[in-house]
Structure formats: C-alpha cells, structure tokens
C-alpha cells in the first residue's frame, strides 16, 4: 500500500502542489492521463468549496492512499478562530461536480460549514471504500 500526506498553506498559489501530489499518486495507482485530469479537477473543486466557508482556514491536508483496488483521498482544511467574509460556496453543487468525476463522495460539515472532502476511485475491480 502507498501513501502520502501533505499539508499546504490555504492559499490558492500552492493548489499546484496538490495537483502536481495528486497526479503522481495516478501515476502510481496506474490511472490513464484523463482519469487523472479528473482527479485534479476534483482537487481544484475541493480546495474552493474548502477556502470559501464560513469560518476561514489556515491549511489543507490531503492525505491519499493508493492500493490494488482503489485510490482514496482526502482534503480536510484546518480552521481559524476567526470567520471569513466571503460568501460560502454551495456544498451540493460542489458535491455534484466532484461526484461526476469519482467514484464515491463524501462531505463532511458542520454548523461552521464543510471541513473535509473524502472521494475515491476504483482503479482495478472493486474497491472496498467506494461501496
């Protein structure tokens, strides 16, 4: 089993370095150049419904996991004690969009707002994770 984390600053300017994570871990799992495209999009869709909630946050965490079946990840954003002037972004149609490119979704909130996208990805027969 493979594994990485990695933590950036929530600034848009170091998205790439998820994207860049993200594209390796396909690599990895054997994903083709599209599938892969795809998962960077979920990405990108995950770092904006993440910055634009609430209550702002200072970091995002991806973790993703990479087996025979599947390739799992996971954004959680850390929060700030302070909240954020901005108008939150709309967790469903966000959940769609990603949902049309993985697998399986799922989002996880609060009274705060969203604080972690999970999704993952069957990469040869069935995944455990994405029943």
Excluded at 3 to 31: D, F, N, Y
Excluded at 82 to 102: F, H, R, Y
Aim: glycine share 6%; charged share 20%.
């Amino acid at each position: 089993m493979n594994e990485l984390k990695v933590t950036i600053p929530a600034q848009r300017t170091w998205l790439l370095a998820l994207r860049s994570c993200i594209g390796a871990c396909g690599s990895i799992a054997g994903l083709s150049i599209d599938t892969i495209g795809d998962l960077r999009i979920a990405i990108d869709e995950s770092f904006d419904l993440l910055t634009h909630q609430a209550r702002e946050i200072s970091s995002i965490t991806m973790f993703c996991k990479v087996n025979d079946e599947c390739i799992s990840i996971s954004l959680t954003g850390k929060r700030t004690e302070c909240a954020q002037d901005c108008i939150p972004q709309d967790p469903e149609i966000a959940e769609l969009i990603i949902g049309t490119l993985v697998t399986e979704i799922k989002l996880e909130s609060d009274s705060c707002g969203t604080h972690t996208v999970n999704f993952s990805l069957p990469v040869g027969g069935e995944c455990y994770e994405c029943r």
